[in-house]
């Protein structure tokens, strides 16, 4: 524990201020999300409104606590707090109450609800940051590499088992730290082949593409020197790509839930269920196009008041940001999430302690990862995976999770100047 007067002196108040604006104008907006003339009370408690108004006491409290406790603290039991929360993440599969056909969470009382996976995003973070920290391991062994991905690897998997693909998503994005701790960018550069070659896949047929991909590969044989390296090369690389190009179909149907298969086949235009799957993003666009440049208005939004957004308080909250503020209040917005990403960043680079910084730039990753796909599903510009809007959306779990999430890193970073001294 520390003095309160260095906990005021040392935290980054620009972080402060942009998270606590975050807060009250996520909450304004669930509110206006829940508007209608039958609900009109602010401090209704029995409203998502006023449930959130109460996480988000819970979450200022909680962030206080977290401030006062020695940064050392949160490096030495790293890993007990990641095996607790790999133990919540098994305990699911016995004890887990099924909500939106994802067993994932806990049931407490008949009101509220816990989910773990939001709490295993931090955890998973400080024990990656740990290992990684542990005798100035580099990222090049192949040793290295095993354990770090399996560090990440494990909550995903587990978090998949339980049907909640968009959460377990969540947590490639700790890769990105991983390139900053000197993990090779060719890994970076596959990895979006593949992607790329999933899609392309997916929006041709197999047969064409494959007849394309075989017909590149002769034309760079013909060119080449035809080495017998270069031969082997060659053969060996269309091959992968061709068995991958006919395996995705099967990927595709019997991997993928039917849901998250339905909402890819809307985002690629391979489907069209407007009164269906893709309901939601229809009457997403509307609502946020409706909005026009500076917006219907404070509680004026008539695709929000009627409804017509399911999940408008969570997941597609954007919507009512869109509608009601506009283009203008949406950039606003905008610029203020990534200012609060940009300072992360900065004070991330700034940590003398390998830990912190790894740290940091797993807590940017992981907000930029939410922010980016969900506005982004809302828009159409990513598929429908379920993932809140980081302290806007209506939850407590993801509220207190993402809250643990920065200010453990806020409360590192108010030790900076003692570290190694």
């Not at 909680?62 to 133990?87: A, H, M, V």
């Not at 391991?137 to 991905?149: A, G, L, S, W």
């Not at 509307?286 to 929000?304: D, E, R, V």
């Not at 159409?380 to 999430?405: E, K, M, N, Q």
């Amino acid at each position: 524990m520390r003095l309160t007067k260095k906990i005021f002196r040392d935290i980054d108040w620009i972080s402060v201020c942009l998270y606590l604006f975050l807060l009250l104008f996520g909450w304004i907006n669930i509110y206006a999300s829940q508007y209608n003339d039958d609900q009109m009370i602010l401090f209704d408690f029995t409203q998502r409104h006023g449930k959130q108004l109460i996480f988000i006491v819970v979450a200022v409290f909680l962030s206080f606590i977290i401030l006062i406790i020695d940064w050392k603290f949160f490096e030495t039991f790293s890993y007990i707090l990641y095996g607790g929360i790999i133990l919540l993440l098994i305990s699911l599969f016995l004890w887990g109450n099924e909500t939106g056909g994802a067993t994932s969470w806990f049931e407490l009382g008949n009101s509220y609800k816990f989910q773990p996976s939001e709490f295993a995003k931090f955890t998973t973070t400080l024990a990656l940051a740990k290992y990684l920290n542990t005798h100035n391991i580099r990222m090049q062994p192949i040793k290295t590499k095993i354990i770090t991905f399996t560090i990440i690897l494990v909550p995903l998997i587990l978090i998949i088992l339980q049907n909640d693909l968009g959460t377990a998503l969540v947590f490639f994005s700790l890769i990105l730290v991983l390139f900053r701790e000197g993990l090779s960018g060719n890994i970076l550069v596959f990895g979006l082949v593949i992607a790329a070659l999933f899609i392309i896949t997916l929006l041709l047929d197999k047969f064409i593409f494959s007849s394309i991909i075989i017909a590149i590969a002769l034309i760079i044989f013909l060119f080449s020197r035809r080495t017998k390296k270069e031969l082997i090369v060659i053969i060996s690389g269309l091959t992968l790509v061709i068995s991958f190009v006919f395996s995705v179909n099967y990927i595709f149907t019997k991997v993928l839930s039917p849901h998250h298969v339905e909402r890819i086949d809307i985002l690629l235009g391979r489907e069209i269920d407007p009164q269906g799957a893709g309901y939601n993003l229809i009457q997403s666009k509307i609502a946020i196009g409706s909005g026009g440049f500076f917006g219907k208005g404070f509680l004026q939004g008539t695709q929000t008041r009627f409804d017509f957004v399911p999940e408008q308080s969570t997941d597609f909250i954007f919507c009512t940001i869109g509608e009601e503020w506009g283009f203008f209040g949406s950039l606003i917005f905008i610029s203020i999430f990534i200012a609060l990403l940009l300072r992360l960043i900065i004070l991330a680079e700034k940590q003398r302690s390998k830990f912190c910084r790894i740290y940091g730039y797993g807590v940017a990753s992981i907000l930029f990862f939410h922010f980016a796909i969900n506005i982004g599903m809302t828009i159409g510009l990513a598929p429908v995976i379920g993932i809140p809007l980081p302290f806007i959306s209506y939850g407590g779990s993801s509220l207190i999770g993402f809250t643990t999430l920065l200010f453990i890193f806020l409360n590192l970073d108010s030790y900076r100047l003692q570290i190694l001294r």
